[in-house]
């Protein structure tokens, strides 16, 4: 389990805990148990199930599985439990419950409700992981290779005070991003400027034109595949994202403002028009 990983199921079960809820771990085995574990199973909030033939016992907010787990368990689980997708090795779970701790006491609400899996039509509880990964992935900003292009413009262009990228480099980037344009055509395109510096009879530099810009404001990169990478990724880009509403929000103000002027000269001339 990679460690950004780890960190998302961390936060994932201390909300579940903070919440009252519980959690199953599903697969796990008697002889998995340590000093530490059997103290939580004791308080109702961590229910150690161990993997049978048929589904059985598993209950609660959240279902973790072992490594024992197979993956036509996790699919019949898929849609009747929030489930971690991921199976977990034991000695991860025990560090993963270690570090969660403080917030493993009795439940305040003891729940008796059950569910057997291999019944006809089990009755369906929240969705709410799965749900959320399903959004992630159905609106997930579709990455171009202009918008590579402009990515690796940005990296380099961040180096020169001038905001300029030199001409072989931006050959190497289309040819790294797949893009199969002459650089003449994204001059006249709009995309780039030539910059023909001090002393020199060449274009050696290019700066963003105008199309390039736009792609390099909105600043939308590649997504991991990962649903959990993919996850920290966007909370990564939470600041990114709140500055570029904030900018929107004051731009849509001023034009408002223009327009509400625009009403007010055409009820002046109105009535001018009146008298």
């Known amino acids: 389990m990679l460690h950004r990983q780890k960190e998302y199921l961390i936060e994932l079960i201390r909300r579940v805990l903070a919440e009252d809820g519980t959690i199953t771990v599903y697969g796990w085995r008697d002889s998995n148990h340590s000093s530490q574990t059997r103290e939580c199973a004791e308080t109702g909030r961590i229910h150690f199930i161990e993997?049978?033939?048929?589904?059985?016992?598993?209950?609660?907010?959240?279902v973790i599985f072992t490594k024992y787990v197979k993956h036509a368990d996790r699919y019949k689980m898929q849609g009747k439990f929030n489930i971690y997708p991921?199976?977990?090795?034991?000695s991860t779970i025990k560090s993963i419950l270690l570090e969660c701790k403080s917030l493993i006491v009795k439940?305040?609400?003891?729940?008796?409700?059950?569910?057997?899996?291999?019944?006809?039509?089990p009755e369906v509880t929240k969705q709410d992981i799965n749900e959320l990964e399903k959004f992630l992935f159905l609106t997930e900003v579709i990455v171009d290779g202009y918008d590579k292009f402009a990515s690796g413009f940005k990296a380099h262009s961040e180096k020169n005070p001038q905001k300029l990228v030199g001409a072989h480099i931006v050959g190497r980037l289309l040819k790294e991003v797949g893009l199969k344009v002459h650089v003449r055509d994204l001059v006249k395109g709009n995309w780039l400027e030539p910059v023909v510096q001090q002393g020199k009879t060449k274009v050696g530099c290019y700066k963003a034109g105008n199309k390039l810009q736009v792609r390099l404001d909105a600043d939308r990169k590649e997504e991991p595949s990962d649903p959990i990478e993919k996850a920290i990724f966007l909370r990564d880009r939470k600041p990114f994202i709140s500055e570029k509403i904030a900018e929107i929000q004051k731009n849509l103000e001023f034009w408002q403002n223009q327009m509400?002027?625009?009403?007010?000269a055409e009820d002046l001339l109105r009535q001018l028009g009146e008298l």
Request: charged share 45%; with cysteine; glycine share 2%.
């Open 107 to 121: 439940k305040k609400i003891q729940s008796d409700t059950q569910f057997d899996i291999d019944e006809v039509n």
């Open 86 to 90: 991921r199976t977990c090795e034991i």
């Open 51 to 62: 993997r049978k033939s048929k589904i059985v016992d598993v209950q609660g907010d959240l």
């Open 260 to 264: 509400l002027r625009v009403e007010k």
